[in-house]
């Protein structure tokens, strides 16, 4: 069955600092990956996407690479700010009549002023 | 325009209460799905719709109804709830097929008494 495997946090940085966020995943044919993120209190916001290999998903500064050959979808930021402060999700969908996403454990990030 | 919207944002019900949960969503999405979220975990699958239909339930008790009137509408019933039901619920919709785009709404906060 899919998995997607999340580093545990959580994390706590200082503003400006360098962020990486760790998912791996197990999947079936050729799954899409998501980011999510979830600010305190709301609901979840896609952050990015990649739908095949090698794609880079981008937005608000954040970045993650589609690597098949180390099955890995690590989210990175090169300069994080306290509004960043939020617990992201990292997720896949394997396609076909399957809509079910599988969700990592999710990652707490603080940042600090 | 990728906006979900949920109504209402919280809720407190007794036991022997009959509340709904509404979700609307303006994308032309076919596939509708409701989710509950415990904290500091990811958000689990109760049902999909696809087409207003019922695709997906994941064995969800009967004291939750879901209901898509139309291809903009969903509905979640909720009659004798238990105070393990209290969660946070989050709609999401996405084109039809696997790998569609999940978007998700701010959710509902239901507390039961």
């Known amino acids: 069955g899919n998995s997607v495997t999340q580093m545990e946090g959580p994390v706590t940085l200082s503003e400006e600092a360098f962020l990486t966020i760790n998912c791996t995943y197990t999947?079936?044919?050729?799954?899409?990956l998501f980011w999510y993120v979830q600010y305190p209190g709301e609901g979840l916001q896609l952050l990015l996407k990649?739908?095949?290999?090698?794609d880079k998903g981008s937005n608000k500064g954040f970045e993650a690479t589609y690597r098949k050959e180390t099955t890995s979808f690590h989210l990175e930021k090169g300069s994080v700010q306290v509004s960043d402060s939020a617990v992201y999700f990292c997720?896949?969908?394997?396609?076909?009549?399957?809509?079910?996403?599988?969700f990592g454990k999710g990652t707490l990030l603080t940042v600090n002023p | 325009d990728t906006e979900v919207t949920q109504t209402p944002k919280h809720l407190v019900m007794g036991m022997t209460n009959k509340k709904s949960l509404k979700c609307e969503q303006h994308?032309?999405?076919?596939?509708m799905y409701w989710y509950k979220q415990k904290a500091k975990k990811p958000p689990e699958l109760m049902f999909v719709?696809?087409?207003?239909?019922?695709?997906i339930n994941e064995s969800v008790p009967s004291r939750f109804s879901p209901e898509c009137p139309n291809s903009s509408l969903l509905n979640l019933h909720l009659h004798a709830l238990q105070p393990e039901d209290s969660a946070l619920y989050l709609c999401?919709?996405?084109?039809?097929?696997?790998?569609?785009?999940?978007?998700f709404g701010p959710g509902t906060r239901l507390l039961v008494l």
């Open positions: 999401a919709s996405s084109q039809v097929g696997g790998q569609g785009t999940q978007y």
């Open positions: 999947a079936t044919g050729y799954p899409s």
């Open positions: 990649a739908t095949k290999a090698d």
């Open positions: 997720a896949l969908s394997s396609g076909g009549s399957n809509y079910k996403l599988t």
């Open positions: 994308m032309g999405h076919r596939a």
């Open positions: 719709y696809s087409y207003e239909k019922l695709s």
